[in-house]
């Protein structure tokens, strides 16, 4: 008989890893890349890094279960002794994301299949098809094995199932998700005439008699039913999530050590995670910079915002950033001295207490032999492993973070479903991309030094000053009537144009465009008129003119592209207009008075410097001040038990100043400031100010 789980599920989880006293710090630890003699050395130089923490065998099952049901722990049971003895704790992987070569060859019809019809692997790595019985069942049995033998481990104080769900593929068409997702259908959908009617079927003659004559929305001659493709991606996330779920409740069996899954936050849209937020215990993230972009500082700090409200606020883990330059990229740029620590502390001022990396020891052979590595090919000799010590160092000084959380008063809509409902084809313009919107607000909070939560619009909204709506494409009447009433309430709600336009079921709301937030915004939209690729408007605004102690009433003109919209004003006051473009004269942004709030609506789209003019009002709207600090200074403050701690870091090549309230101790260096702290060129600090 088993044990009775003892484990209290996932969001009422308030601990942390056991024996893990301070900040984590560590990597992935992949032994079985290399001879047994190097392990010691691993656990000596761990130590010497001040790594307190691995994650283990995440792609280790071709090795621990060679044969089917044929299982080989020795190698295992050593690498957990060996760290075991060096203090180092253990979060132990479930191996499923790299089913070996024997399953595939027993079980050819469970491999994923692309929309196209193709079937992948072996010989790369990825789940095989989630809803396949023969890769489920195998999946358990591995998982049910390692929780047996180690769940109740001292070493192991933490669990990481599988690695990266939704990647390399989060969309399967194999025959078993055909099956699947026919049952997922029937329970959705009372009847077929509900599935009809929700699905609009009735357009091109699509209407259903028979459960059995439903496809998955492969590959068509046309675009597939777009309420289809759109039930296909809720159920191919819940499809993940069940894999999850299954190895999670395996595991807790035999352990009571916190199960966690590494998550992609801003980086895989397939999956929804504040539904898989609710279901581990301990949230974790892994981040790499786009190397593209000098300025990926601002992408990691949205994902680390968006891991820490997808842990609604509790600390989470970094599982995976790189100590320098990936593999995977076009062109992979090494990071430059400095640049390595400046992304650990900004995860770990957005709410991270634990900084690990892929990978310890960087791998002689395979597809990531490029890629950088805690202990790199060049050995300890190596800038970078001088970097990491130091950072092991850095960390070691910050205990008294542990717990302490992060404060938001801005909200920024994120919401899967209008991703998955904005991205199916045949859209007013393929200029109009969610995530382009996402960035270049959230860029703009950045600059302008608000801490930001990325929430749900249908959540509880009356915590935050301000809530901006950047791409809300698909909103529910209820979403809609959560942030009218946000609104109502005294709230300062910023909308961007194409949102509030479709229902959960991609069909248009009634009564106009963007009629469910026509009370909130008292305007809604006639007719779309996007741009030519290329071509741009001017947009007069009235810098001030919204009041609410705004600095000026100067004119200003703004440059705007991609899109406008015939707008007709139901209250709302145009406090910029079109001088040119599709509709000259038409109103272009607005603001509404709605209850004791204000709706703002911007029709067009402003990039990231025209944005600053307008935001300004809308802070001024929201009563935030501003920041007060130089562009480029990333500052972001943890609230302890008796302290406030501000993780200040400067991404500019100029020494910067920040204004201090009251006296403020550096935790990594042990300077004391009153008034300003200087924060050199590149460097970080963490300033500890007492609150009692
Ligand atoms: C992650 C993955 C790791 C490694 C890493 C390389 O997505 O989880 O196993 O492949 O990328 O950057």
Redesign the pocket.
């Known amino acids: 008989m088993p044990e009775t789980p003892r484990f209290v599920p996932g969001p009422h989880y308030d601990g942390w890893l056991t024996g893990v006293e301070q900040i984590g710090y560590g990597g992935?630890y992949n032994p079985e890349q290399w001879p047994e003699e190097v392990w010691a050395e691993d656990v000596r130089l761990m130590n010497e890094a001040g790594v307190n923490l691995v994650s283990l065998g995440?792609f280790s099952w071709a090795l621990l279960e060679p044969r089917e049901g044929e299982f080989d722990f020795g190698w295992l049971d050593r690498v957990i002794g060996l760290l075991h003895e060096g203090g180092v704790r253990i979060l132990l992987a479930t191996p499923t994301a790299a089913p070996p070569a024997w399953l595939y060859a027993a079980h050819p019809d469970a491999r994923v299949v692309d929309r196209n019809g193709t079937p992948m692997g072996p010989g790369g790595r990825g789940l095989m098809a989630p809803t396949a019985p023969a890769y489920r069942s195998a999946a358990l049995r591995i998982t049910t094995e390692l929780a047996q033998r180690y769940g109740r481990h001292p070493a192991v104080v933490g669990w990481h199932v599988h690695?990266?769900y939704g990647?390399p593929v989060a969309l399967d068409y194999s025959m078993h998700a055909q099956r699947a997702f026919r049952e997922w259908l029937r329970e959705r959908y009372d009847s077929l005439d509900s599935l009809n009617a929700a699905w609009g079927t009735a357009f091109w003659g699509q209407h259903y008699e028979d459960w059995e004559h439903i496809q998955v929305p492969a590959a068509t001659a046309t675009s597939a039913n777009p309420a289809q493709q759109l039930d296909f991606a809720r159920f191919s996330d819940a499809a993940l999530r069940a894999c999850f779920i299954a190895e999670r409740d395996a595991v807790r069996e035999h352990s009571d050590a916190p199960v966690t899954t590494?998550f992609?936050a801003a980086s895989c849209p397939a999956t929804d995670l504040f539904a898989w937020g609710k279901e581990v215990d301990l949230v974790s993230n892994?981040h790499?910079l786009q190397a593209a972009d000098p300025r990926g500082y601002v992408g990691l700090a949205l994902a680390a915002d968006l891991t820490r409200s997808v842990a609604g606020g509790k600390p989470w883990l970094l599982l995976?950033h790189?100590t320098s330059a990936?593999?995977?990229q076009p062109r992979n740029v090494a990071k430059r001295p400095g640049e390595m620590a400046r992304n650990s502390f900004a995860h770990l001022g957005r709410g991270a207490d634990a900084i690990m990396f892929?990978?310890w020891r960087a791998s002689r052979s395979g597809a990531?032999k490029f890629?950088s590595a805690m202990l790199p090919h060049a050995g300890t000799g190596s800038r970078v492993w001088q970097e990491v010590t130091a950072l092991g160092v850095g960390l070691g000084r910050l205990t008294e973070l542990q717990g302490s959380r992060v404060q938001a008063d801005v909200a920024l809509l994120w919401d899967y479903e209008s991703f998955w409902a904005q991205d199916l084809e045949h859209r007013p313009s393929e200029g109009t991309s969610h995530r382009e919107r996402i960035d270049t607000y959230y860029d703009r909070l950045w600059r302008d030094g608000h801490t930001v939560d990325l929430v749900r619009p249908s959540q509880d909204l009356s915590g935050y000053k301000l809530v901006v709506a950047p791409a809300s494409y698909l909103l529910t009447a209820e979403a809609a009537a959560n942030l009218t009433a946000y609104v109502e309430a005294g709230g300062t709600l910023l909308v961007s144009y194409f949102s509030g336009i479709v229902d959960e079921h991609d069909a248009v709301h009634p009564g106009g465009f963007m009629a469910p937030l026509r009370a909130a915004l008292g305007v809604w939209v006639e007719e779309f008129l996007p741009l030519r690729d290329g071509d741009a408007l001017t947009v007069t605004y009235r810098a001030g003119a919204a009041g609410a102690g705004a600095a000026s009433t100067d004119v200003t003109t703004l440059t705007g592209t991609v899109w406008a919209d015939d707008l007709v004003l139901d209250g709302a006051e145009p406090v910029g207009s079109y001088a040119d473009g599709p509709k000259p004269g038409g109103a272009a942004i607005t603001r509404h008075r709605h209850g004791a709030g204000t709706g703002w609506y911007v029709s067009t789209n402003l990039d990231v410097e025209a944005l600053a003019t307008v935001m300004a009002d809308v802070y001024a709207s929201a009563g935030l001040a501003p920041s007060g600090t130089v562009e480029g200074l990333e500052v972001v403050r943890r609230t302890g038990e008796g302290a406030t701690y501000t993780v200040a870091i400067n991404h500019t090549d100029g020494d910067a100043k920040l204004p201090l309230s009251s006296p403020a101790t550096d935790l990594l260096t042990g300077d004391a400031f009153s008034g300003d702290a200087d924060v050199p060129a590149g460097a970080v600090r963490v300033l500890r100010t007492t609150t009692r």
Do not use: G, P
């Open positions: 992935d995440i690695n990266e990647a590494n992609m892994d790499y995976e790189s990936v593999n995977w892929f990978q990531e890629h």
